[in-house]
């Protein structure tokens, strides 16, 4: 019990991001794709949902509180999802980033110590985003959190190479959470925008940068996958045996299933079996304990999640902190 419990999965709401794009051409149309995307019921469960949780979300007393029940000494603080806003134009887009990130580096500061913070970068104009993750970083924050995609970009664009060389640069990290997914009214029923939508999307975004080679090219990057990289990690069988029998699957030098050890990924997957083969697949010093603290698609008691599980001691104690307090330490 030497290094603190860590939960690398948590976030904040921005009021002053919402503010800043009220009003502004573009909102109506994306919250107008949001609803066709997750359907009616589940709009109707959102926003209440939110609402009951929004201390926790913006008031650092309150979610210190709610740590110290849950045990957690360390939380990587993330804006929520919602604040991506890629359809914003360059300046809109900018001042968003700016705003996060100053917003988020305010609310760590009231907690020296338990909080650390990531900020936002524009993947809808990538020329924006190296200036945008210095500016996260020179505020104080660890890294940024970015979506699966932006609109008509997948992360295997090469507009994204110096977003890559400029995180291992500078050693920042990124943390990878999909916001909405493309297959829009196919899933506009029972909650499946995300509880399929989601893993989805990890899955796609992380073959993306392994099929591509950024991976390759990148082998330092710092990059956390959230909701346990989706259904990618379980199910990389398929995507090495195409790997291995067609040339037009051969985009990266090896077998895509060996880039997990190059990753990491949050604990959060909702299931003991799952997650002892995501330790097995990726291993146990590439899991990070993860809550996606406070919503409701995740967990009030992520150890006591962890230790359902039934890890050995070693394996435990490295998802529940070990692993983050290393990753999380300034140089």
């Not at 359809?87 to 996060?100: H, N, Y």
Request: aromatic share 6%; with cysteine; net charge negative.
């Amino acid at each position: 019990m030497t290094a603190p419990t860590v939960d690398v999965h948590a976030h904040v709401l921005l009021p002053q991001v919402e503010e800043a794009v009220a009003g502004r051409a573009g909102l109506a149309e994306a919250r107008a794709l949001d609803a066709r995307r997750n359907g009616s019921a589940a709009l109707a469960v959102n926003g209440p949902m939110v609402g009951a949780r929004a201390p926790r979300l913006t008031d650092v007393a309150v979610r210190l509180a709610a740590m110290d029940a849950q045990g957690v000494d360390v939380q990587l603080v993330s804006p929520s999802p919602s604040h991506y806003h890629y359809w914003a134009g360059p300046q809109l887009a900018e001042r968003i980033c700016r705003l996060a990130n100053e917003g988020v580096a305010a609310h760590c500061a009231k907690a020296p110590g338990r909080l650390h913070g990531l900020g936002l970068v524009p993947l809808q104009h990538p020329d924006l985003a190296v200036p945008l993750l210095d500016h996260a970083l020179d505020e104080g924050l660890l890294g940024v959190e970015i979506s699966s995609h932006a609109p008509g970009r997948e992360l295997s664009d090469p507009a994204y190479e110096p977003l890559w060389s400029r995180a291992r640069e500078r050693g920042a990290l990124l943390f990878l959470h999909p916001f909405g997914c493309t297959l829009d009214e196919r899933l506009d029923r029972w909650y499946l925008s995300n509880t399929v939508g989601q893993p989805t999307e990890n899955a796609v975004a992380l073959s993306h940068l392994i099929f591509s080679g950024v991976l390759d090219r990148h082998p330092d990057l710092r990059l956390i996958a959230a909701h346990g990289g989706g259904y990618l990690p379980t199910h990389l069988g398929r995507s090495d045996h195409a790997w291995r029998v067609r040339p037009d699957a051969q985009g990266c030098s090896r077998e895509p299933s060996s880039y997990l050890r190059q990753l990491y990924f949050d604990s959060l997957v909702h299931d003991p079996h799952v997650l002892r083969e995501l330790l097995r697949a990726a291993g146990p010093e590439r899991v990070l304990l993860g809550s996606d603290f406070p919503f409701d698609m995740g967990t009030d008691d992520p150890l006591g999640v962890l230790r359902a599980a039934g890890l050995p001691d070693a394996d435990f104690h490295a998802v529940r902190g070990g692993n983050a307090a290393a990753l999380l330490r300034k140089d």
